[in-house]
C-alpha cells in the first residue's frame, strides 16, 4: 500500500501564488508517473499536471505557463508550483501516483485532497 499526504493549499487573492507538496510513502517499490488533478464543485475532476519518472511534464492549456509540476524521486515527492492565479483555478488538488509493486501490478492511488480557492 501507498499513502500519499498533501500539503499547501489555502485561500490566495488572484494573481498570487501556492505550491502544493505531495509526498508518498508506505511500501514503495517503484513510482512511475506522478500528478496532480483539480475538481471544482459540480465539475468532473480534470488533470492539471503529469511528470513522468524521467522529467517528462505535461499540462492542459487552461495552466500552461502559469502552473509547474516536479518531483524529487529520492523523496518520493511531487510539487506543483501555481502562479498567476485566477478564480477559476478554486478547486480540491488532489495528488496522483501511478506505483509499480514488486509483483509487476499497476495501481492507482490518490492523496486525499487539499482546498485551494483563489479570491477575486
Known amino acids: 500500500q501507498v499513502q500519499l499526504v498533501e500539503s499547501g493549499g489555502g485561500l490566495v487573492q488572484a494573481g498570487g501564488s501556492l505550491r502544493l507538496s505531495c509526498a508518498a510513502s508506505?511500501?514503495?517499490?517503484?513510482?512511475?508517473?506522478m500528478g496532480w488533478y483539480r475538481q471544482a464543485p459540480g465539475k468532473q475532476r480534470e488533470l492539471v499536471a503529469t511528470?513522468?519518472?524521467?522529467?517528462?511534464?505535461d499540462y492542459p492549456d487552461s495552466v500552461k505557463g502559469r502552473f509547474t509540476i516536479s518531483r524529487d524521486n529520492a523523496k518520493n515527492s511531487v510539487y506543483l508550483q501555481m502562479n498567476s492565479l485566477k478564480p477559476e483555478d478554486t478547486a480540491v488538488y488532489y495528488c496522483?501516483?501511478?506505483?509499480?509493486?514488486?509483483?509487476?501490478?499497476?495501481?492507482?492511488?490518490w492523496g486525499q485532497g487539499t482546498q485551494v480557492t483563489v479570491s477575486s
Open positions: 511528470i513522468t519518472s524521467g522529467g517528462i511534464t
Open positions: 508506505g511500501t514503495i517499490f517503484s513510482i512511475n508517473a
Open positions: 496522483h501516483v501511478l506505483h509499480e509493486s514488486a509483483k509487476g501490478g499497476w495501481y492507482n492511488y
